[in-house]
RNA sequence: GCACCGUUCGUCUAGGGGUUAGGACACCGCUCUUUCACAGCGGUAACACGGGUUCAAUUCCCGUACGGUGUACCA
């Protein structure tokens, strides 16, 4: 039988980065196995729906290179992929339920259910749905349940979990887990408003949509055997279930904002490569068993497997991601890069801008930053000819020096295509240059980086002079003279 | 509270009855160097605790502690 999975968000936001791993994970199994990604839209909870928020997801997914067989926005065989489209049937296999004793009508109000609920934890008792107390089909009587029926009074359908007997299942990361029956609360499958809660939708779609592998987050685990349950109730296999570790904020709990980025476009805006992240998000909680760290989304798919899934939650480092971000980035090829900046370039209004300066100036500077946006302000002073203001203790040390101006005279006489190309007569100049004012070489480099591009640290000095050119070297320094 | 899940360096992790407990990020030092970085080399740093089982336990079992998740007509 094929490998088929699901992602199935709910469309109440932009996408959260842990949903992206849940979705990379889903995507690598059944890649790795040949199989089906599917997509589905859990959109029943009519209260929470965000415009445009399933787009945005897709946006996010596609841009991280998870891409999908099926789904609403590609079709598929096994659609339609968006719950509320498919609202007839939840009711009808409620109903299914109902009539084979597996679930049963209740007609509680909100209150009624509060109020149990707080009697329940004034008595120390876990709160969960009294069935032989609550206004339900067995305390009023098969008779009174069809007349509110027939009256259209509010009512919502109930999963009539059997209480004495245990619901065990295999999951693929955790092993065997074994929930008592007593713990189990009668789940309420079909809200009143008609729509099916999470449980019966899920179940359902599952089952029709032919999903051999459910692969969802840890928080998933505790209502897990309510969905067995159901599965059974239907007669249905159930699915293999594989619940994989939270990703977590540095305090260990569900990774959240407040304490950094989640949604996957802030991770994009903030200039992060797709790959990347990809890549990092993969080795959180999964790892191929070898010290590789570096993984395009083919070896991803390649080395993938449930069984190296880890337990444990996994902290999301940040810093680490930075590193790897900027790893990525020096193994780009510059001229496409290039191409990447240039749009960022030419809204900052800067000058020199040839697509192949410009790759000249990111292989001159990226082994310095971790982003390739960071190239935009790391190296300004070669993109534009309007220098940032020099710093006053920058200013002290250069104006008023009777040696360096002697020494960049000399330099800059001496400034020309010989010097600027060849490394060695480069040298061969600043060692004149600084001599002839009876200054030592590395005394007189610092304050030429100085002069030059008004910053005290920077990218090489003879690269940076050599993408500069002697004309643009030369004005730089008549300025310096004459301020 | 109850249920379930988890626990190896600060973080991500490898490993697994007998190992100098390995790698990566971060941190520190050295080398290179005109700066910052890169690179190279080196360093600090971990098996939560207590009982068992065993010749031997970080590894298996049981407890405890700690943490997380769940406990909705949300997903």
Known sequence: MSVRVRFAPSPTGFLHIGSLRTAL???????????????????????????????????????????????PHVGGSHGPYTQSERFDLYRQYGMQLVKSDAAYYAFDTSEELDAMRQRQQAAGIAP???????????????????????????HVIRLKVPIHSDVRFHDAVRGDVVFSGREIDDQILLKSDGFPTYHLANVVDDHLME??????????????????????????????????????????SKMSKRHGDVMVQDFAKKGFFPEALANFV?????????????FSMTELIEAFSLERVNKAGAVFDYQKLHWMNGEYLKTRAPE???????PTLVTRGFEYVQPAFVASVIALVRERVHFLQD?????????????????????????GNEALITAVQTFRSGLNDETIENLDAF??????????????????????????????VGADLFGTIKLLGVQRCGFRLDAFFSS
């Open 25 to 71: 994970y889903n995507y690598l199994f059944a890649k790795h196995h040949g199989g089906t990604c599917i997509l589905r839209i859990e959109d029943t909870d009519r209260t929470r729906l965000v415009e445009g928020a399933m787009e945005e997801q897709i946006k996010s997914l596609e841009w991280a290179g998870v891409v999908f067989d099926e789904g």
């Open 211 to 252: 999903i051999t592998h459910v692969i969802r987050a840890e928080e998933w685990l505790p209502s897990t055997p309510k969905h067995v349950l159901l599965y059974e109730a239907f007669g249905w296999t159930p699915p293999t279930f594989a619940h994989v570790p939270l990703l977590l904020n540095p305090d260990r």
């Open 336 to 342: 496409v890069l290039a191409e990447e900046l240039l």
């Open 282 to 294: 993969a080795l959180c909680g999964w790892n191929p068993g070898t010290d590789t760290e570096f």
């Open 375 to 399: 190239v935009t302000d790391f190296a300004d002073y070669l993109f534009g000819d309007v220098l940032s203001p020099l710093s006053e203790e920058a200013a002290a040390t250069i104006t």
């Open 427 to 456: 040298k061969e100049l600043s060692k004149n240059s600084a001599e002839s004012a009876g200054m030592k070489v590395g005394a007189f480099m610092k304050p030429l980086r100085l002069v030059l591009t008004h910053r005290e």
């Open 128 to 154: 969960k749905y009294d069935r032989s107390a609550m206004r339900n089909q067995f305390t009023i009587g098969e008779h009174e349940a069809q007349r509110l029926l027939d009256e259209n009074a509010q």
